[in-house]
C-alpha cells in the first residue's frame, strides 16, 4: 500500500469518526432536549395539581438538563412560584432573578419578586419591580397597588397616585 493510499484511508476514517461523533452527539443533545421538556412538562402538572413539592424537583431537573431559552426562563419562574408556594421565599427571590436574566419581559416575575421583597419588608427592591412590572404593562393593578401602597406606606402622596 502506498503512502498516499494510507494518508487517504486515514483521511476518509477521520472524516467517518467526525461525522459519527457528531451524530452521537446531536442525538445525545436532542434526546437531553426531550427528557428536560418532559420533566418542564410534568412539574408544570404537578404545579397545576397543587404538588409543588414535586414541581420543585421536577422544574430543577429540567433546569439542570437541557432547555431551550425560553422554556428555561419559564422553568426558573415556574420553580419560583412553587418555591414561594412552599415559604422558601428567598428560594423563590432567587428563581425569580434567574427567570429575569433570562427573559427580562416576564412580567409575572417582577410582580411576584416585588411582592415577596414588599413582604420582606425591602420596599425599594419592591417598588423597582413593580415599576418594572408596570412598565411593561401600565394596567397592571397588582403592580400598580403594591408600589402605590409602599408609597403611601412612605407618605409620598405624589408617587402614590
Do not use: H
Not at 79 to 104: G, V, W
Not at 122 to 139: C, G, M, Q, T, Y
Amino acid at each position: 500500500m502506498t503512502r498516499g493510499v494510507k494518508i487517504t484511508i486515514g483521511v476518509v476514517a477521520a472524516i467517518v469518526l467526525t461525522t459519527a461523533g457528531l451524530f452521537a452527539f446531536g442525538l445525545y443533545y436532542l434526546i437531553r432536549l426531550q427528557q428536560s421538556r418532559a420533566l418542564f412538562d410534568r412539574g408544570a402538572t404537578a404545579m397545576n395539581k397543587g404538588d409543588y413539592e414535586e414541581a420543585v424537583g421536577d422544574f430543577k431537573n429540567a433546569i439542570a438538563g437541557n432547555l431551550t431559552k425560553y422554556y428555561r426562563a419559564y422553568a426558573f419562574e415556574d420553580l419560583a412560584f412553587c418555591e414561594n408556594e412552599e415559604k422558601q421565599t428567598d428560594e423563590a427571590i432567587r428563581d425569580y432573578s434567574n427567570a429575569l436574566k433570562i427573559d427580562p419581559n416576564l412580567i409575572f416575575a417582577w410582580n411576584a419578586r416585588g411582592r415577596l421583597y414588599s413582604g420582606k419588608g425591602d420596599k425599594d427592591k419592591a417598588v423597582s419591580d413593580f415599576s418594572e412590572a408596570i412598565k411593561l404593562d401600565p394596567n397592571l393593578y397588582g403592580s400598580l397597588f403594591g408600589r402605590g401602597f409602599i408609597e403611601l406606606e412612605r407618605k409620598e402622596w405624589r408617587k402614590a397616585e
